[in-house]
């Protein structure tokens, strides 16, 4: 009989706060469950719920305004990495179909360095119909980006690196927080087309709040698709590009999708934060991942990001 797999659920108090026995468990399992699974659950984290439930009410609100209300907020710098995306623009690499929604940025505020990094990250955009937008969407940026940093030095400690390594990374990084609405099906849905095709993420690790309704599954290492269970209080964390660039492949970004749902008036709402290392980053190979030779050419963090953007159709965003 097989042995049942389970994705590790883990505690990131205990990393934070634990002892040192506490430390090596939780960053023995976080690489494991990277490696084994393409995921795992944090069951406890610096992100308060009542935090993303406001959030999910004023995203709710944005993303039922008139349409030519929410185009008013479109970024066109940068490939859409602020402010609005409309219904149908992205794609999956490689895929000829629009995924079916829309979204909306929020990237850094404030910026340590502007002078080096101001040209890379646009400003944010913010909804003027919506009372509270900025002000819940930053703190739970604020909550993310904290829970995020502590999941990579975590798992610095499985890599083998500098102390310091992700956190000089992630110092004025270029993560957002991506609000997703996928609207109900109806008839007039493209034939083939889902609420987001198969596909990988392009930053270092993406960070999940429980989303509305069901629909998210990720392929694990053994070629099976999970549907991801977790409550409204948990976080889903999974690795991209990035990570596997630099890991050579030890932790490959992990494929996953949004399946349509059974009843086609239905809304999902999720909220992912993906974590991305300021724009001069090197992605190369870390030495503790090299085995018989490195897969990948190093490349700068804003050049990668830019080649996969164009791959994705976020440059068309108009």
């Given amino acids: 009989m097989d042995a049942i797999r389970k994705v590790p659920e883990l505690s990131l108090m205990s990393f934070v706060n634990g002892t040192t026995n506490d430390k ?16 795992i659950i944090l069951v406890d984290h610096p992100v308060d719920y009542s935090l993303t439930s406001k959030a999910y009410d004023l995203v709710h609100e944005f993303f039922h305004l ?12 940068g490939g859409g990495q602020r402010g609005y995306t409309a219904f149908g623009v992205e794609h999956a690499k ?43 969407m930053l703190k739970l940026y604020d909550g993310m980006d904290l829970t995020s940093t502590l999941v990579l030095d975590s798992l610095g400690m499985a890599l083998d690196v500098p102390q310091n390594y992700f956190r000089d990374m992630l110092s004025d990084g270029n993560s957002i927080i991506r609000a997703i609405h996928y609207p109900p ?9 889902v609420r987001a095709a198969a596909h990988e993420d392009i930053n270092l690790i993406t960070c999940m709040v429980g989303a509305t309704s069901a629909g998210l599954e990720l392929l694990d290492r053994d070629g099976k698709w999970l549907p991801v269970m977790c409550n ?32 086609a008036t239905s809304n999902r709402y999720s909220m992912p934060f993906f974590t991305h290392p300021n ?6 190979c870390i030495p503790s991942c090299r085995g018989t030779g490195e897969k990948f050419e190093p490349i700068n963090a804003h050049d990668w990001l830019m080649h996969r953007i164009q791959e994705i159709g976020l440059n068309k965003n108009k």
């Avoid at 090596?24 to 995921?39: A, H, I, Q, S």
């Avoid at 008139?66 to 710098?77: F, G």
């Avoid at 490689?94 to 340590?112: A, C, T």
């Fill in 24 to 39: 090596v468990k939780f960053t023995n399992e976080l690489f494991r469950g990277l490696k084994d699974y393409g995921f």
């Fill in 66 to 77: 008139p349409e030519e209300t929410k185009r008013k907020y479109i970024c066109k710098e």
């Fill in 94 to 136: 490689n895929s000829q179909y629009p995924d079916l929604k829309e979204f909306w940025h929020v990237g850094r505020e404030v910026i340590k360095d502007p002078a080096r990094f101001k040209k890379y990250l646009p400003d944010n955009l913010w909804p003027s119909e919506v009372t509270e937008f900025k002000d819940v």
């Fill in 185 to 193: 099906l109806g008839p007039a849905a493209p034939k083939n087309a």
């Fill in 232 to 263: 409204d209080k948990q976080l889903v964390i999974d690795s991209g590009d990035m990570l596997s660039r630099i890991t050579n492949e030890v932790i490959p970004a992990t494929t996953h999708r949004v399946v349509n749902p059974d009843d």
């Fill in 279 to 284: 724009p001069d980053t090197m992605l190369s």
